[in-house]
């Protein structure tokens, strides 16, 4: 399985590490690290979803990143790192009300990025929505399961 970069040009990608600055123009949205405190948050945002991602098992909630709009948790998505060979990116939810504003796009920037920092190879998903992870510079491997990587680092 091979990665391209993403292209870093594109709003809320490219440089910077786990930063608390607003990500998207409007000025109301904030990608951020999660909080202690905030997994039940989470949760009930997983919750809307039941068909398409798993409800127990949620990872840590210091591996989550979140976008918050007005003091509400309307986005979240967690990096679980395996190994300095693999981490998974989890968890994706977009409240419906937020979708369509590149939020998702944005909170697997920070996962990317938090993964090149801690000196991760690769990333993958396992997802029913492959589409939306191309367009996040992961390319798709068919088998049993369906699963999307992306190299870290241009020569692995
Ligand atoms: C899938 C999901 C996370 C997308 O969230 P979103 O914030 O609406 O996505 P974004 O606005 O960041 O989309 C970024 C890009 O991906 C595209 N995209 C979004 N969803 C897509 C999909 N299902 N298939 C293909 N492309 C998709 C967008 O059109 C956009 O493209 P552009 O940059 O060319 O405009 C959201 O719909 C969701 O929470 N779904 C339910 C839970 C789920 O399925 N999670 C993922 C499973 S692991």
Known sequence: MTQREPNSDQ???????????????EG????????????????????????????????????FFVAESDGSI????????????????RSLAIHPDFRGKGLAAQLVDACRRRGIDRRVRQLFAVT????????CGFTVHTGWKTAVFANLHPDT
């Not at 690290?33 to 840590?60: K, W």
């Not at 029913?128 to 367009?135: H, K």
Request: hydrophobic share 40%; glycine share 14%; net charge negative.
């Open 11 to 25: 709003p809320g990608l490219g440089g910077g590490s786990d930063a608390a600055a607003p990500r998207i123009g």
């Open 28 to 63: 109301q949205v904030v990608i951020r690290p999660a909080r202690a405190g905030e997994l039940p948050a989470v949760r009930r945002l997983i919750g809307l979803y039941p068909d398409e991602l798993v409800q127990d098992e949620l990872p840590r909630i210091s591996s």
């Open 74 to 89: 309307i986005g979240c998505c967690a990096l679980q790192v395996y190994s300095r060979r693999l981490a998974e990116v």
């Open 128 to 135: 029913s929505e492959p589409g939306f992870f191309e367009g």
